[in-house]
């Protein structure tokens, strides 16, 4: 009698349906060494592994609509996850010993990065592999994004799970649309109310979030750039139908197709003076007393104001936070002269990336910086 191969764990049967739908929403399918790929996959992974444990259900069982709703933010995400995996055995402690893939995933998606760190090179890369097997590996720092390339807000320190989910419900909004609906920049036609007759391009896709049953519904309608019409229109689904023709989907938001933006050649709204400037400055503030009056006077009589991003960082939980440093330095005299300017520096701490309130806090030079940065982030 032949052998039987084993089933497949749940969490490969989670990772295997991820990247299939990660794959499909990507026009070159899933890049293992891209981050992008990586963080969408695993954010979805993470979902449908979690789905499945609660619901006590195969994964292949767990329907789309349930993933979406749960990737509405990252937050309804961390809920999901920090209450079921635990439950389960999986340890979702930073010191817990590696090993478990599922507990490496998440620790992956949750950490922060530094995104000032060495590119990966080419060069230096197949010597540090060929050491690793010869038993000597050099000192050297963890390359940017942990050697991946990455596409979406490069920029940014934050965790993955922060920055992509929505990227995430976007693979599952494919998936769930493919059989039927409109994708973005599907070209559309209204075939009633309002804006019958009109064409345009899906922009959006908008579900209904169904809390009593943790699913969705839909889709229930798009936001649609029409042709001749102003911004995009709200229309819903029953009213749309798929249309072909050759005008250029993409265009300036708020644009009209056969015309220039509006405001184009309108002037310039006057730049501010360094006095508003440092108003503006001031008014944010959480320490505004550390600039005394006589720096106040010079920097409003000041010529120009400029102002440069110097840093920005995250640290992990249970600290989370995301710092920048911004150096507003002002322009005493016409010509610019080294010992004729006036330095204010920012630290701006975010305790999540979309913080709508985040805190400024001022210093007057770079030696009171990492002081006030810690005082910042740990509340030291």
């Given at each position: 009698?032949?052998?039987?191969?084993?089933a497949?764990?749940p969490?490969?049967e989670?990772?295997?349906?991820?990247t299939?739908?990660?794959a499909?929403?990507?026009p070159?399918?899933m890049?293992?060494q891209?981050w992008?790929d990586?963080?969408?996959?695993?954010i979805v992974?993470?979902?449908?592994?979690a789905?499945?444990?609660?619901?006590?259900?195969?994964?292949?069982?767990?329907?789309?609509?349930?993933?979406?709703?749960?990737?509405?933010?990252?937050e309804r995400v961390t809920e999901l996850v920090t209450t079921v995996l635990?439950?389960?055995?999986h340890?979702?402690?930073?010191?817990?010993?590696?090993?478990?893939?599922?507990?490496e995933c998440?620790r992956?998606?949750?950490?922060?990065w530094?995104?000032?760190a060495?590119?990966k090179s080419?060069?230096?890369?197949?010597?540090?592999s060929?050491?690793?097997?010869?038993?000597?590996?050099?000192?050297?720092?963890?390359?940017?994004w942990?050697?991946?390339?990455?596409?979406?807000?490069?920029?940014?320190?934050?965790p993955a799970?922060?920055?992509?989910?929505?990227?995430?419900?976007?693979?599952?909004q494919?998936?769930?649309?493919t059989?039927?609906?409109?994708?973005a920049?599907?070209r559309?036609?209204?075939t009633?109310?309002a804006?019958?007759?009109?064409r345009g391009y899906v922009?959006?896709?908008?579900?209904?979030?169904?809390?009593?049953t943790?699913?969705?519904?839909?889709?229930?309608?798009?936001a649609?750039?029409?042709?001749?019409v102003e911004?995009?229109?709200?229309?819903d689904?029953?009213?749309?139908e798929?249309?072909?023709d050759?005008?250029?989907?993409?265009?300036p938001?708020?644009?009209?197709?056969?015309?220039?933006?509006?405001g184009l050649?309108?002037?310039?709204?006057?730049?501010?003076?360094?006095?508003?400037?440092?108003r503006?400055?001031l008014?944010?503030?959480?320490?505004p007393?550390?600039?005394?009056?006589?720096l106040?006077?010079a920097?409003?009589?000041?010529?120009?104001?400029?102002?440069?991003?110097?840093?920005?960082q995250a640290?992990?939980?249970?600290?989370?936070?995301?710092?920048?440093?911004?150096?507003?330095?002002?322009?005493?005299t016409e010509?610019?002269?080294?010992?004729q300017?006036a330095d204010l520096?920012?630290?701006?701490?975010?305790?999540h990336?979309?913080d709508?309130?985040?805190a400024h806090?001022?210093a007057?030079?770079?030696?009171?910086?990492?002081?006030?940065?810690?005082?910042c982030?740990?509340?030291?």
């Amino acid at each position: 009698m032949p052998s039987r191969s084993p089933a497949p764990d749940p969490w490969s049967e989670a990772v295997r349906r991820a990247t299939d739908a990660t794959a499909a929403d990507q026009p070159g399918g899933m890049d293992e060494q891209c981050w992008d790929d990586v963080a969408m996959r695993g954010i979805v992974a993470t979902v449908l592994y979690a789905l499945h444990l609660r619901e006590r259900r195969p994964v292949d069982a767990i329907g789309w609509p349930a993933v979406l709703w749960q990737l509405r933010d990252d937050e309804r995400v961390t809920e999901l996850v920090t209450t079921v995996l635990p439950r389960a055995g999986h340890d979702l402690s930073r010191t817990a010993a590696p090993g478990d893939p599922v507990t490496e995933c998440w620790r992956w998606l949750t950490r922060t990065w530094d995104p000032h760190a060495p590119v990966k090179s080419a060069v230096l890369q197949p010597a540090l592999s060929h050491g690793a097997h010869s038993g000597w590996v050099p000192d050297a720092p963890e390359p940017r994004w942990g050697g991946m390339s990455r596409g979406i807000a490069r920029g940014l320190p934050d965790p993955a799970l922060e920055v992509c989910t929505q990227w995430a419900a976007g693979v599952v909004q494919r998936q769930m649309i493919t059989e039927q609906g409109h994708r973005a920049l599907d070209r559309v036609k209204v075939t009633s109310g309002a804006f019958t007759g009109h064409r345009g391009y899906v922009r959006d896709v908008g579900w209904f979030f169904d809390d009593a049953t943790e699913t969705v519904h839909g889709p229930a309608g798009y936001a649609v750039d029409l042709d001749d019409v102003e911004g995009t229109r709200d229309i819903d689904a029953d009213q749309v139908e798929a249309c072909a023709d050759l005008r250029w989907p993409d265009r300036p938001e708020g644009t009209l197709k056969d015309g220039p933006p509006p405001g184009l050649n309108d002037p310039l709204p006057p730049a501010k003076t360094c006095a508003e400037d440092l108003r503006e400055l001031l008014d944010r503030a959480s320490n505004p007393e550390v600039v005394p009056e006589e720096l106040r006077r010079a920097v409003a009589a000041a010529h120009h104001h400029h102002h440069l991003e110097l840093d920005w960082q995250a640290s992990p939980t249970p600290q989370r936070c995301t710092w920048g440093v911004l150096h507003h330095w002002y322009q005493l005299t016409e010509h610019y002269a080294d010992d004729q300017r006036a330095d204010l520096y920012e630290v701006v701490v975010a305790r999540h990336l979309r913080d709508a309130e985040p805190a400024h806090h001022l210093a007057l030079s770079k030696d009171e910086l990492p002081g006030l940065i810690a005082r910042c982030t740990t509340g030291a």
